[in-house]
């Protein structure tokens, strides 16, 4: 499995979601508190609504800009917080076609395509 993981997140219907064929996703909606930080993460990239770059992993690499800490199970998902932002967000159980187990800690980086 990569150490580095990358999806490319975009605004459909008013929400933001992902498509990834390699793990049979598509329009996998963020929701809960999720769709939140990525308006926050989002901020200064132009025309992100249309599609950007989300590193992500479980370790720390250079050039992360955020660190999301594990918090509790629910409803087949997590919840992880992000302490520098003050706010948390769900990841649903496609969290699991990334990671076999739910990681403390992810790591990311949001830029433009």
Do not use: H
Request: hydrophobic share 45%.
């Amino acid at each position: 499995m990569n150490s580095l993981l990358v999806i490319a997140p975009y605004k459909f219907e008013g929400m933001w979601v992902f498509d990834d064929p390699a793990v049979g996703l598509r329009q996998e909606p963020f929701v809960s508190g999720a769709d939140t930080i990525i308006d926050m993460l989002t901020q200064s990239i132009p025309n992100a609504a249309e599609g950007f770059r989300l590193v992500f992993s479980a370790q720390p690499f250079p050039g992360y800009e955020a660190r999301f800490v594990w918090n509790r199970p629910e409803m087949g998902g997590n919840w992880y917080a992000w302490p520098e932002g003050g706010i948390e967000g769900w990841l649903c159980p496609a969290l699991f076609k990334y990671f076999e187990t739910a990681p403390a800690e992810i790591y990311v980086k949001a830029s433009a395509k």
